[in-house]
């Protein structure tokens, strides 16, 4: 089993709808982070949790909400799904060393199309 | 301007070739440095960390210039196998990750 998991892989929606993405992780990181990805471009931050009780807004969180039901576990709500939010997710975990370093582990992505 | 900035390519070499990326960062509180894999529709994933003194890995060297806040990536004897696109990766103490746009690497038989 991959150590991040996202759910679902692939989603094609309308326009207004309500749509939730889920990941979950199995490598006991405190750190959970949603990125999105748009063609040619890299990762942009849209939240991301150091911990359970712990939510931070990202450079594009407009139009975004997340849940950080347990440690293993950060979801991704787009409330009112509009066409320009069509991209690739990725969810990422990390755990930060003394050095200062953070290495992410990363999902295998959740493609959304909203048409 | 963005934080994290890299030459989008796209490269296009032989197999055999020595291949070098650059990337500048803005912030000079950035703590870490890291180049990540992207293949076609991928996850990235973790290629090397870059340390203030500069690191090898098999074909792989990473440098970092911390005075002019840029990192490297050279890649000797291209492979096939190495066409990715490759992320410049720049953590701060605030705890963020920035990417840069990446720069894709084709390289050819």
């Known amino acids: 089993d991959a150590d991040v998991t996202q759910t679902p892989r692939n989603r094609i929606t309308k326009t207004g709808k309500r749509i939730m993405l889920e990941c979950s992780q199995t490598k006991g990181h405190d750190r959970m982070y949603w990125y999105r990805q748009d063609p040619g471009l890299g990762l942009r931050l849209i939240y991301y949790s150091f911990d359970v009780k712990d939510i931070n807004k990202g450079e594009i969180s407009d139009g975004y909400s997340v849940s950080r039901q347990a440690q293993a576990k950060f979801s991704l709500s787009l409330e009112s799904a509009i066409p320009n939010q069509t991209a690739l997710y990725f969810c990422?975990?990390?755990?930060?060393?003394?050095?200062?370093?953070?290495?992410?582990?990363f999902g295998a992505g959740s493609r959304l199309t909203v048409l | 301007r963005k934080e994290v900035e890299q030459d989008p390519g796209p490269f296009n070499v032989p197999e055999g070739a020595t291949v070098a990326f650059n990337c500048t960062y803005s912030?000079?509180?950035?703590?870490?440095f890291f180049w990540y894999r992207q293949d076609c529709r991928k996850e990235p994933k973790l290629l090397m960390s870059?340390?203030?003194s500069g690191n090898e890995d098999g074909r792989f060297t990473a440098q970092l210039n911390r005075a002019s806040q840029y990192i490297s990536l050279l890649i000797r004897d291209s492979k096939l196998s190495d066409s990715a696109t490759y992320l410049c990766?720049?953590?701060?103490?605030?705890?963020?990750?920035?990417f840069g746009d990446g720069t894709t690497l084709t390289v050819k038989p």
């Open positions: 870059v340390y203030s």
């Open positions: 990422a975990t990390s755990h930060p060393t003394g050095g200062g370093a953070n290495v992410l582990t």
């Open positions: 912030n000079s509180a950035s703590q870490s």
């Open positions: 990766v720049v953590y701060t103490n605030a705890g963020k990750s920035t």
